[in-house]
């Protein structure tokens, strides 16, 4: 019995080190991603933050684009991209930003208004459904290295409908990369573009970004086109823009939280080996004892039997010869 115990315990002990080689390896893999992620981010935030000064410069003399700008007085229907991962293994980042966009969709259908789901990652349909929530539309293998042609093709599905006039406001629910130890889940307004007023008074928020204030730029303006031609040109380029940044910086966090969840697991599997071979000795040193004291008890035995427990094997031989 006790030897059947140790090799099921050896057994468990392989297992749990195959185990933590892999949550090494991806601890590891993820570590290297990072710095790379961090660098495309340093490399996008520049032309999103021109594209909003050009954009807060333009908007400032337009004025039959009223719908491109601000906030809507009355808000139908909105449009809900939803930034996730493609994988699990990354602690709760997909539950975390799954739950954020869930609750914004529960308190607009209370308030009446119609919601359009648009996401990206393979773990937001299957969350939705399970909830009997359709999503209209869905994209995978985006999350990993995201390229800008991954943001124009999630933009198509965006861009359009609010131009159409389907929605009346676009919103971005996804993670913001701040610093490699501090990540959280924010929620944008893409469309309208946001004035700069309200940027202004909303930095304050962990996901606002500096101003990009027109009036902070000196000089005179000569729009050619209209203002208002150039802002309808210039919402979808700056929606990728946006789009991209955030599948930028949803990268960076998802490497961030998937490092931090595969070192906790490599560390909760060193333990859990150590425990397990402190059983394993213990079960060994009481198998090892056990045979000891039954050797002790049958030297025991023998002694207490003495020379009337012995019996001559010769003399019973000779005794039936003779008879």
Known sequence: MAGGQERELRRRIRTVESTKKITRAFELIAASQIVRAQGRISGARPYVAGMERVLATVAADATGAGRLVGTPEEVRSVLLVLVVADRGLCGGYN?????????????GEAEGRRYTLVTVGRKAPAYFRFRGRLVDRSFSQMTDRPTFGDARAVASEVVAPFLAGEVDLVQLVSWRFHSAGVQSVVTRQVLPLVPSDARRSDRSRPDAEAPADAAAAPGFYDFEPAPEELLELLVPQY??????????EASASEHTARQRAMAAATENAEEFITTLRRVMNRVRQDAVTTEIMEIVGGAEALRQAGPAGYVDIDA?????QSA
């Open 239 to 248: 929606a990728e823009a946006v789009l991209y940044q955030a599948l930028l």
């Open 95 to 107: 539950s975390i930003a799954l739950r954020t966009a869930e609750r914004i969709v529960r308190a």
């Open 316 to 320: 019973e031989h000779t005794e039936e």
